[in-house]
Every structure is written in structure tokens, then in C-alpha cells.
């Protein structure tokens, strides 16, 4: 039966990557359809290593401040999570969030790997929820001031990705907004769910009212715990705000990086940082893994005039190949060789925790 349940694992993550594969291929087929790729390729040699080499560090930052997010608060809690788990809760967000759509899969997989590692799950719930809480404040903050300070400027490259990103940005201060008020205000979570409820029976899509009820009272504990989390340790919560804000301008500062290795100048370190925010409210919500072939396109529309109509290609591939490519290049060999080692310990009753 585990041997089974482990196959089962391995066609799911197959499929998996097979759809991301091909999802790839064809973005690269319809966006370098008329460029001349030999030329790419020259432009890309003369990309000066050491602004790469900085572009790389702050990714690998990323990845490690991805899971000291976690590390903060479960810290508290007594537990002493080792630093290289910062690192294989990082890169078991990434692949997962990589190949499912609106990166939905992987703070789930990253509760699996945690119980595989001990911790308690009713720990392991809130201080996920904490994290996406922090993760989309910090976001909206990074949003307002870079925006506000750049905001004649943003306003002329967003173009025809405007309406992506009044929708990206709808949909996370709606998401925010409904987060806050849902673990700070029993009165409102009450209305929210009276109203949800009768729309769903009126759907027919709940049939049992009292297992949704009990289902949404278990939720509702969940929210008053990270609510309580908040207010009790405030120097925690501000330690996570901190470091989930850096961990995401690490992320955004590898194009600036890669604009650097052109030798190009003229836009400034906040100026890229306030396009990288546009792109990526534009395309984080969007159904597909990985926002593969969005992402790119948006890329190719907001920084056309910053980089100009020979660069911006080469810089394509050097910041997605950099910021995500990478990172996911390296996520899926450390999944797939944690699988393999799952397989070659089964028979003798050991789990490696392998999602």
C-alpha cells in the first residue's frame, strides 16, 4: 500500500512537470518566434559577471529568507527549527507553487513537510496563515511606497497592462482587507459567513449546512489563533514583516541587477523596483503554474522602453531565468531526490518526509 501511495505521488509529480514543461516550451516558441537568436546569445555574453553573480545572491537570498519567515515564529513557540530548513520549506514552496495555478500549492506542502518534521499541526496552521497574512501587507506597503514615489512614471510604463494590475491590486487589498477582518472582528466573520452559506445552499453546491457550520467554526479558531499570535507577540510579528519585505525586494532587485549588467543607465534602483511591483501584482493571481508565458509577456510590454527593443529579450531571459527559472531548476532536483531517497528507504519503514 505505501509503495502504491508513493507511485501515486510520482505520477502526480510527473504530470506535474509535464505540464509546466510544455507551458514553457511553447511561451519561448511564440515569444522568440521573431527574434534572432544568435544575436540574444552574443548579447547575453556581454553581460558583466559581477552584476549576474549579484543577481544570483539575492535569489538564493530570497529562497533562504522565504523559510526564516517560518523560522521566526515557530522559533517562539519553543521549538528549534534548524537553519537548512529554512531552505527545504523554501524550496518546497517554490516547486509546488511553481507547477499548480495561483501558486496555491505550496504553503499546503509545506505543512506536510513541517508534520513530517514534528511540529504540531495546529502550529504549523497558524504560523502559515501568520506568513501569508505578513506576506500580503508587506506586499501592499512595498505597493504604496514605491508606487506613490514613482507614481507619473509608473503610470506611463504600466500601458496595456493597466487593467491586469488595477485587478491584481483589487483582488490582494480585497484578500488583505477580508484576512484583517476576519481575524479581528467576530462580528463581521459571522455576516461573511451568513451570507456565503446562503448563497452556497441557494447554488446547491452546500447540501449539509451543519458540516459546512462545523467546518467554518474550525476555520474561525484557526483565525482567532493567529489573531492572538498577533497581539501577544508583537516583536515576532515585526521580525517576520521585516524579513518577508526584504525576502520579496530580493526577489524584485535581480532585474535592476541585470539592467546593471548591460551597462545601461537612466532608470533608477527604485524605478525598477516600483515596474517589478507593477509586474508582479499584474500576474500573481493568474490560472496558470508558474504564471509562465504572462509573466514574460508583461515583462516584454513594461520594460520594452527601459531596457529598449534589443535588450529587452536578453534582460528577459537573465531575470526570469534568474528570479524564478533557477530557483525552480533547483526546487525540482531537491523534490525529486527527496522522493528517490523516500522510495529507497520504504522498505525499511522510514519516511523522509518527501512531499
Not at 513537510?113 to 502559515?128: E, G, H, R, T
Not at 510579528?237 to 525586494?249: G, P
Request: aromatic content about 14%; proline content about 3%.
Amino acid at each position: 500500500m505505501k509503495y502504491d501511495k508513493k507511485n501515486n505521488r510520482a505520477y502526480k509529480l510527473a504530470i506535474l512537470m509535464a505540464i509546466m514543461i510544455v507551458l514553457i516550451i511553447i511561451t519561448f516558441k511564440l515569444i522568440f518566434k521573431n527574434q534572432d537568436i544568435n544575436q540574444i546569445r552574443e548579447i547575453l555574453k556581454t553581460a558583466h559577471p559581477l552584476y549576474i553573480f549579484l543577481a544570483i545572491g539575492s535569489i538564493l537570498l530570497y529562497v533562504f529568507l522565504g523559510g526564516y519567515a517560518i523560522k521566526i515564529p515557530i522559533d517562539s513557540m519553543g521549538y528549534k527549527m534548524p537553519y537548512r530548513a529554512c531552505f527545504k520549506y523554501s524550496l518546497t514552496e517554490i516547486y509546488f507553487s511553481g507547477v499548480t495555478p495561483s501558486n496555491t500549492g505550496g504553503q499546503p506542502m509545506i505543512a506536510i513537510a513541517m508534520k513530517a518534521d514534528n511540529y504540531k499541526f495546529a502550529d504549523i496552521a497558524m504560523v502559515l496563515m501568520a506568513v501569508t497574512a505578513i506576506y500580503k501587507i508587506g506586499l501592499m506597503l512595498i505597493v504604496a511606497v514605491l508606487l506613490l514615489c514613482n507614481f507619473n512614471y509608473v503610470l506611463y510604463i504600466m500601458g496595456y497592462v493597466r487593467f491586469l494590475f488595477y485587478l491584481g491590486l483589487i483582488i490582494n487589498i480585497v484578500f488583505v482587507g477580508l484576512l484583517i477582518l476576519l481575524m479581528f472582528s467576530n462580528h463581521i466573520f459571522w455576516i461573511i459567513e451568513k451570507i456565503v452559506l446562503e448563497i452556497l445552499l441557494r447554488l446547491h453546491i452546500v447540501k449539509n449546512k451543519e458540516k459546512f457550520r462545523a467546518k467554518i467554526i474550525e476555520q474561525k479558531q484557526k483565525y482567532s489563533q493567529c489573531a492572538e499570535f498577533f497581539k501577544v507577540n508583537p516583536i515576532v510579528v515585526i521580525k517576520m514583516f521585516v524579513t518577508l519585505i526584504l525576502q520579496r525586494l530580493a526577489q524584485f532587485v535581480v532585474t535592476y541587477f541585470v539592467y546593471k549588467s548591460f551597462g545601461l543607465s537612466g532608470t533608477s534602483l527604485f524605478q525598477i523596483l516600483a515596474i517589478q511591483t507593477v509586474l508582479s501584482l499584474s500576474v500573481e493571481m493568474m490560472p496558470l503554474p508558474g504564471a509562465v508565458g504572462v509573466t514574460e509577456s508583461v515583462f516584454i510590454l513594461l520594460y520594452d522602453d527601459v531596457f529598449g527593443k534589443i535588450l529587452v529579450y536578453p534582460a528577459l531571459l537573465l531575470t526570469r531565468g534568474i528570479n524564478f527559472y533557477l530557483p525552480f531548476i533547483v526546487s525540482t532536483i531537491y523534490i525529486f531526490a527527496r522522493f528517490v531517497r523516500s522510495l529507497l528507504l520504504n522498505g525499511r519503514n522510514k519516511d523522509v518526509g518527501l512531499l
